[in-house]
């Protein structure tokens, strides 16, 4: 079935650094971009990167370009976002979500989400 | 970096009644580039409607939009039951940004 499988969240001091993975399967992956998104606790949504379907170009938000960086390994269906130098503010449930086509801008397909809490 | 603010923040309306949402932009946006999601609680934001006026997949037509410029509507025609939720605009320009969302509560 058609899904997106995020992990890799969880309780991160400040400064430190997480790994989040997003498996996706029941959809040719390399031919979609891909997004993380990102909601803060009972607030609203904050884009954080974007990446075209054959990793050759990456997209930031100003609030994360430099300490984040996504990538993916279309060989194994899976997109990663790698978050170095963690801030509390970072503190959210992080979405990756695939690009609709030709609106890749769109995310047409989300996973169920995870959380990442950056605290002492 | 475009700033999108929607309007009203909370919407108390009943059931078959019609619902307007606002999205307005702080610059121009191409009207390809504007999105609008549902999110209901618990769960991931589902794609409506994307480039302004286009439903996405299994989208009930109750669902529209429309508007140019840097104002943006999203038109519930007959709220059901289910579409009592958060609705968020989105926009792509030189980044890509959300809109700080509308409730739609039940009256």
């Known amino acids: 079935q058609v899904q997106l499988v995020e992990s890799g969240g969880g309780l991160v001091q400040p400064g430190r650094s997480l790994r989040l993975s997003c498996a996706a399967s029941?959809?040719?992956?390399?031919?979609?971009?891909m997004h993380w998104v990102r909601q803060f606790p009972g607030k609203g949504l904050q884009w954080v990167a974007l990446?075209?379907?054959?990793?050759?170009?990456?997209y930031y938000a100003d609030s994360v370009r430099g300490r984040f960086t996504i990538s993916r390994d279309n060989s194994k269906n899976t997109l990663y976002l790698q978050m170095n130098s963690l801030r509390p503010d970072d503190t959210a449930v992080y979405y990756c979500?695939?690009?609709?086509?030709?609106?890749?801008?769109?995310?047409?397909?989300w996973g169920q989400g995870t959380l990442v809490t950056v605290s002492p | 970096e475009i700033v999108l603010m929607q309007s009203p923040g909370t919407l108390s309306l009943s059931p078959g009644e019609r619902a307007t949402l606002s999205c307005r932009a702080s610059?121009?946006?191409?009207?390809?580039?504007l999105a609008w999601y549902q999110q209901r609680p618990g769960q991931a934001p589902r794609l409506l409607i994307y480039?302004?006026?286009s439903r996405a997949a299994g989208i009930p037509d109750r669902f529209s939009g429309s508007g140019s410029g840097t104002d943006f509507t999203l038109t519930i025609s007959r709220l059901e039951p289910e579409d009592f939720a958060v609705y968020y605009c989105?926009?792509?320009?030189?980044?890509?940004?959300f809109g700080g969302g509308t409730k739609v509560e039940i009256k």
């Open positions: 979500a695939r690009g609709h086509g030709g609106n890749y801008f769109a995310c047409d397909l």
């Open positions: 029941g959809f040719t992956f390399s031919t979609y971009a």
């Open positions: 990446i075209s379907y054959d990793g050759a170009n990456d």
């Open positions: 610059q121009s946006v191409s009207s390809s580039y």
């Open positions: 480039a302004t006026s």
């Open positions: 989105q926009q792509f320009g030189s980044s890509l940004t």
